[in-house]
């Protein structure tokens, strides 16, 4: 029988894993992951907490490997350096993996498939972390879509004439290979090796407590089209960490939004077709990793202020909305959709700060970080991106806060200094002590925003 090795990244789950699948079914084999210094290196917390979340994940797999009298093997590396090393080492026919979109994943596969067949090892990828993937889903002349719509109506025509069979990667763990790793992910202090301190985030990593979210938000799905607004409400899913990590599969997602029947499970499909949209404009067009989709509006010159971004990052603009919405981020690495909008907007917008800045706060902090989606989320407000908001639609952080909070329940929580206030003051407080005033004038920085965006207008 042929012996494999079956490379987890992005895709922390033993279960409808397409490379772990492929590799089962052609023979045995040993699942790796490494802890990469590419990535690790750029990471500037040391108690990132993704890291922590990361650790639960294979813990939780390293258990499940150990029943079936196998194990996992983690490296500490150049995934370049380390894979075919270990390939060699096992002298493994094969090595599978799932495939990923990130410019520099795909240069890291690519080194690593020459290294292997250098070594006379072959290097199988596989569709896994989207449904359909950037090629399958064209228009009429054979193009990558740039706008949504009828990108998603394309997308949802292709999974109906498919009768909606989403298909099962079933992973027959009696395949692995059996062998005992006195090195597992148990038997060592990760933490100290990496240079990382344990952190546990909020939500607990691994399979089985996302599985039992999906399962629980499928009860809720029904009010998600309304409910998804407010930041008050749990009326989303909060799953976006586990499957930015991959402890569950966007069919496992998929397949409970087909289950049911209603305008909220149609709308929370909608979203999870806009990741595969932002996976498919990164892999397409991977260009906007490093600056906008539209060239033009890499030559704004944003005039916005060092000290005022700061304030942004830190929840101290004088905008409560803003503020609550940042201090919650900075404590638990998540936020809320919505605020995610209203944030960017008003970094971008009011304090006509440069989109890039706050999309690298972003990637710095978010639990659920993912280049593609961030990287959509800021072009999207930013009107820089492909199918962005127009540059003239600027979100007005007051009547977002009053439509959307409109008890202010989110900014009492997050904001206290303003927690006693009545409802009706809450959105634009006025002399409050221990809370800011507001760092700049909404209507006068609007104003400054619109013109900054003619001029590049015109001059394209
Ligand atoms: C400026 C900005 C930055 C963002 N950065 C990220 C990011 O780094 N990682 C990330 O996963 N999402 C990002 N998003 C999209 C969105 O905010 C989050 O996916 C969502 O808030 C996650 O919460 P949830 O799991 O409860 O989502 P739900 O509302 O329950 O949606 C289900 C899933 O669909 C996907 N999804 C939902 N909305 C979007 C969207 N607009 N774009 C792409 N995928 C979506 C997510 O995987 C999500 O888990 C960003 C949005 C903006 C405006």
Same mark, same amino acid.
């Given at each position: 029988?042929?012996?494999?090795?079956?490379?987890?990244?992005?895709? *922390?789950? =033993?279960?409808?894993?397409?490379? =772990?699948?492929?590799?089962?079914?052609?023979?045995?084999?040993?699942?790796?992951?490494?802890?990469?210094?590419?990535?690790? #290196?750029?990471? /500037?917390?040391?108690?990132?907490?993704?890291?922590?979340?990361?650790?639960?994940?294979?813990?939780?797999?390293?258990?499940? *490997?150990?029943?079936?009298?196998?194990?996992?093997?983690?490296? +500490?590396?150049?995934?370049?350096?380390?894979?075919?090393? *270990?390939?060699?080492?096992?002298?493994?026919?094969?090595?599978?993996?799932?495939?990923?979109?990130?410019?520099?994943?795909?240069?890291?596969?690519?080194?690593?498939?020459?290294? =292997?067949?250098?070594? @006379?090892?072959?290097?199988?990828?596989?569709?896994?972390?989207?449904?359909?993937?950037?090629?399958?889903?064209?228009? @009429?002349?054979?193009?990558?879509?740039?706008?949504?719509?009828?990108?998603?109506?394309?997308?949802?025509?292709? !999974?109906?004439?498919?009768?909606?069979?989403?298909?099962?990667?079933?992973?027959?763990?009696?395949?692995?290979?059996?062998?005992?790793?006195?090195?597992?992910?148990?038997?060592?202090?990760? !933490?100290?090796?990496?240079?990382?301190? /344990?952190?546990?985030?909020?939500?607990?990593?691994?399979?089985?407590?996302? *599985?039992?979210?999906?399962?629980?938000?499928?009860?809720?799905?029904?009010?998600?089209?309304?409910?998804?607004? !407010?930041?008050?409400?749990?009326?989303?899913?909060?799953?976006?960490?586990?499957?930015? !990590?991959?402890?569950?599969?966007?069919?496992? %997602?998929?397949?409970?939004?087909? $289950?049911?029947? $209603?305008?909220?499970?149609?709308?929370?499909?909608?979203?999870?077709? &806009?990741?595969?949209?932002?996976?498919?404009?990164?892999?397409?067009?991977?260009?906007?990793?490093?600056?906008?989709?539209?060239?033009?509006?890499?030559?704004?010159? +944003?005039?916005?202020?060092?000290?005022?971004?700061?304030?942004?990052?830190?929840?101290?603009?004088?905008?409560?909305?803003? #503020?609550?919405?940042?201090?919650?981020?900075?404590?638990?690495?998540? %936020?809320?959709?919505?605020?995610?909008?209203?944030?960017?907007?008003?970094?971008?917008?009011?304090?006509?700060?440069? &989109?890039?800045? @706050?999309?690298? +706060?972003?990637?710095?902090?978010?639990?659920?970080?993912?280049?593609?989606?961030?990287?959509? @989320?800021?072009? &999207?407000? $930013?009107?820089?991106?492909?199918?962005?908001?127009?540059?003239?639609?600027?979100?007005?952080?007051?009547?977002?806060?009053?439509?959307?909070?409109?008890?202010?329940?989110?900014?009492?929580? &997050?904001?206290?200094?303003?927690?006693? =206030?009545?409802?009706?003051?809450?959105?634009?407080?006025?002399?409050?002590?221990? +809370?800011?005033?507001?760092?700049? $004038?909404?209507?006068?920085?609007?104003?400054?925003?619109?013109?900054?965006?003619?001029?590049?207008?015109?001059?394209?």
């Amino acid at each position: 029988m042929d012996h494999s090795l079956c490379w987890i990244r992005r895709d *922390l789950r =033993l279960h409808d894993h397409h490379a =772990l699948s492929a590799a089962l079914e052609k023979g045995t084999t040993t699942v790796v992951f490494v802890f990469d210094t590419h990535i690790l #290196d750029k990471l /500037k917390d040391e108690d990132d907490r993704r890291i922590t979340f990361i650790h639960e994940s294979l813990v939780e797999i390293e258990k499940e *490997l150990n029943k079936k009298g196998s194990s996992l093997v983690v490296l +500490y590396g150049k995934p370049e350096d380390e894979i075919p090393k *270990l390939a060699e080492k096992l002298k493994v026919k094969a090595v599978f993996a799932n495939r990923d979109y990130e410019p520099y994943a795909k240069k890291r596969d690519e080194t690593v498939r020459k290294k =292997l067949e250098k070594a @006379g090892i072959e290097f199988h990828q596989y569709k896994d972390s989207v449904y359909f993937e950037s090629r399958e889903i064209l228009t @009429g002349s054979g193009a990558a879509y740039k706008v949504f719509t009828p990108y998603k109506n394309n997308w949802l025509h292709q !999974f109906e004439s498919s009768r909606r069979s989403i298909p099962e990667y079933s992973c027959s763990l009696k395949n692995l290979r059996k062998f005992e790793n006195t090195e597992s992910i148990l038997a060592q202090d990760w !933490f100290k090796i990496i240079g990382f301190k /344990k952190n546990p985030p909020l939500l607990i990593g691994g399979t089985k407590i996302a *599985l039992k979210r999906l399962q629980e938000f499928t009860d809720r799905m029904v009010d998600y089209k309304e409910a998804r607004n !407010f930041p008050s409400v749990d009326g989303t899913s909060s799953l976006s960490v586990y499957i930015r !990590f991959g402890n569950l599969s966007v069919r496992d %997602m998929i397949r409970v939004a087909i $289950s049911k029947k $209603s305008e909220g499970a149609a709308t929370w499909l909608s979203e999870i077709i &806009w990741r595969d949209f932002y996976q498919m404009i990164l892999d397409q067009f991977p260009h906007v990793a490093d600056g906008s989709f539209k060239p033009e509006y890499d030559k704004i010159k +944003y005039s916005g202020e060092e000290a005022h971004f700061k304030k942004w990052c830190a929840g101290e603009t004088g905008f409560p909305i803003v #503020d609550a919405a940042m201090r919650c981020f900075n404590e638990t690495g998540l %936020m809320h959709n919505r605020l995610r909008m209203i944030v960017a907007s008003f970094l971008v917008k009011i304090l006509l700060v440069d &989109w890039k800045k @706050g999309e690298e +706060y972003f990637a710095q902090h978010l639990l659920d970080f993912d280049l593609a989606s961030n990287n959509g @989320g800021w072009q &999207w407000s $930013s009107s820089s991106g492909c199918d962005a908001q127009p540059y003239f639609r600027i979100f007005n952080p007051y009547t977002q806060s009053e439509k959307f909070d409109p008890e202010g329940i989110f900014i009492r929580e &997050w904001v206290p200094e303003l927690a006693t =206030l009545p409802n009706k003051n809450i959105h634009r407080p006025e002399n409050v002590p221990g +809370y800011p005033t507001p760092i700049v $004038s909404y209507e006068l920085n609007r104003l400054k925003a619109l013109k900054m965006y003619e001029a590049i207008k015109k001059s394209s």
